[in-house]
């Protein structure tokens, strides 16, 4: 069966920290795999897309980078947290109906 | 004008009632349209996806999807407390491509 995991679920980190966030995909090859946050009041925001390896699609400037090192893992990265990285971020894939959604992590900049 | 519009709620009926959720959207290019439920702090959940204009079906919930008038719509049938959540429509100008969102609405089902 196609599973998505992504982890952690919960994230507090100081100002100036780094981040690494992971979302790995089984049961597919060669999946689309997206990065999205959502904000209170702001619905979801797409980050960043790929659509193979080594192969990432920035939507939105930022202080967050994405990397896909294999054909099912995506990372979303930061060198230097800020306050305004807070958010819900959600990793997803999208087989032949529709879109699935990781669990999430909840990242608290402090 | 932003490309997906939805009303943010809060809608509160009683349990039984059925329930009406719509978005707007201003892209006529979209043909990929989706609603996902998302109940708090955990990410969302399809609910049902449909493809170009007219009616799909899923137990107790009904998608519609009307492109001439850039509007689609979720009917929940004998809402249960359960369903309280956030509701978001989603769409795509094809399959693949990174979605669309409306910005959510939240439901309350009250027993």
């Known amino acids: 069966s196609q599973t998505i995991h992504q982890w952690p679920a919960t994230l507090v980190q100081p100002v100036g920290s780094p981040l690494s966030l992971e979302c790995t995909v089984e049961?597919?090859?060669?999946?689309?795999l997206y990065w999205y946050r959502q904000a209170a009041g702001r619905g979801l925001q797409l980050l960043f897309y790929s659509v193979g390896i080594g192969q990432i699609s920035s939507e939105v400037p930022q202080n967050l980078s994405a990397s896909r090192p294999q054909d099912r893992q995506f990372i979303l990265s930061s060198k230097k947290l800020l306050l305004s990285d807070s958010g819900f971020y959600l990793c997803a894939w999208n087989p032949e109906s529709g879109y699935t959604f990781g669990s999430g992590t909840r990242l608290t900049v402090v | 004008q932003k490309e997906v519009e939805q009303d943010p709620g809060p809608l509160s009926v009683p349990e039984g009632a059925i329930v009406s959720l719509n978005c707007t959207y201003s892209?006529?290019?979209?043909?990929?349209f989706m609603w996902y439920r998302q109940y708090s702090r955990k990410g969302p959940e399809l609910l049902m996806y449909?493809?170009?204009?007219g009616n799909k079906e899923d137990g107790r919930f009904t998608a519609q999807v009307d492109k001439s008038s850039k509007y689609i719509s979720l009917f929940i049938r004998d809402s249960q407390p359960s369903d309280s959540a956030t509701y978001l429509c989603a769409m795509s100008a094809n399959s693949g491509y990174a979605l669309n969102f409306g910005k959510g609405t939240s439901l309350l089902v009250t027993p």
């Open positions: 449909t493809y170009s204009s």
């Open positions: 892209n006529s290019a979209f043909q990929y």
């Open positions: 049961g597919t090859s060669n999946p689309n």
